[in-house]
């Protein structure tokens, strides 16, 4: 792409990288404008170096497959311009060089997606939902803090806009940090691995804002080879 493409992209398209590329300048960005479209990455890498180097309207679904994309911070990021903006993961890699918020719309996973960047966080502030699908996995690896602080909507408590499907659905944690503010976060489906030295940790004032691992349901936790769990903070099990 040249330094001043601006790329438009309607319903049905889709978008096959066949070598790694680079978004680096302020007017070269991807924007996806109605209906659902796709980044076919085919094992390549997509590097993100310009602000809202991704755009995705409202109403609008990017589905990212097979994709290493690296560079994501607050300053070089996706851009979901509302509350009904859609991103899917599908076997993709999502690689942080610096503190990401996803600040609105929701996010689907499915097959096996990772979240990396050693030392950087992933912060959940939006009103949507992050969704694990059946037979999914979403992992975070080693070094990363993946921050839970979402926006309630409807009158709810915004404690559940991390959703598991099913008992297929599977949260992996290997050697991270996952951080619920006073929002409060309850996880209650699904499987939770833990892998190496993670922290869970809440920075809750009270019972009301803990977060809560709640078996009651389906939950099941697992613990993987060397893990050790240190919490911290209003942590809650049942």
């Known amino acids: 792409l040249g330094a001043s493409a601006v790329l438009q992209f309607g319903d049905g398209c889709r978008i096959e990288l066949a070598a790694n590329e680079t978004l680096d300048s302020a007017a070269q960005k991807l924007k996806f404008s109605t209906g659902t479209?796709?980044?076919?990455?085919?094992?390549?890498?997509?590097?993100?170096?310009?602000?809202?180097?991704?755009?995705?309207?409202?109403?609008?679904?990017?589905?990212?497959?097979?994709?290493?994309?690296i560079g994501l911070k607050n300053a070089?990021?996706?851009?979901?311009?509302?509350?009904?903006?859609?991103?899917?993961?599908?076997?993709?890699?999502?690689?942080?060089?610096?503190?990401?918020?996803?600040?609105?719309?929701?996010?689907?996973?499915?097959g096996s997606s990772v979240i990396a960047g050693q030392d950087h966080g992933f912060e959940w502030t939006s009103e949507g939902s992050l969704t694990?699908?059946?037979?999914?996995?979403?992992?975070?690896?080693?070094?990363t803090t993946f921050v839970y602080n979402a926006t309630p909507t409807g009158g709810g408590?915004?404690?559940?806009?991390?959703?598991?499907?099913?008992?297929?659905s599977y949260l992996h944690l290997d050697g991270c940090t996952l951080y619920s503010t006073t929002t409060g976060l309850v996880l209650s489906d699904g499987r939770l691995y833990l892998e190496n030295a993670v922290t869970v940790s809440s920075?809750?004032?009270?019972?009301?804002?803990?977060?809560?691992?709640?078996?009651?349901?389906?939950?099941?936790?697992?613990?993987?080879?060397?893990?050790?769990?240190?919490?911290?903070?209003?942590?809650?099990?049942?």
């Open 157 to 168: 408590d915004g404690k559940s806009h991390l959703v598991m499907t099913d008992a297929s």
């Open 132 to 143: 694990i699908k059946s037979d999914a996995t979403l992992k975070f690896d080693s070094g």
């Open 37 to 69: 479209s796709i980044i076919a990455g085919n094992g390549n890498t997509l590097t993100m170096a310009t602000a809202d180097a991704i755009e995705v309207a409202a109403g609008t679904t990017l589905k990212l497959q097979d994709l290493h994309v």
């Open 203 to 238: 920075g809750a004032s009270s019972w009301a804002e803990a977060l809560m691992l709640d078996s009651t349901d389906s939950l099941k936790i697992h613990l993987l080879g060397n893990a050790v769990l240190n919490a911290d903070g209003y942590i809650a099990y049942r």
């Open 76 to 110: 070089c990021y996706m851009k979901l311009s509302g509350s009904t903006s859609k991103v899917e993961l599908y076997d993709t890699e999502l690689v942080l060089d610096g503190h990401y918020t996803f600040t609105t719309g929701h996010m689907d996973v499915y």
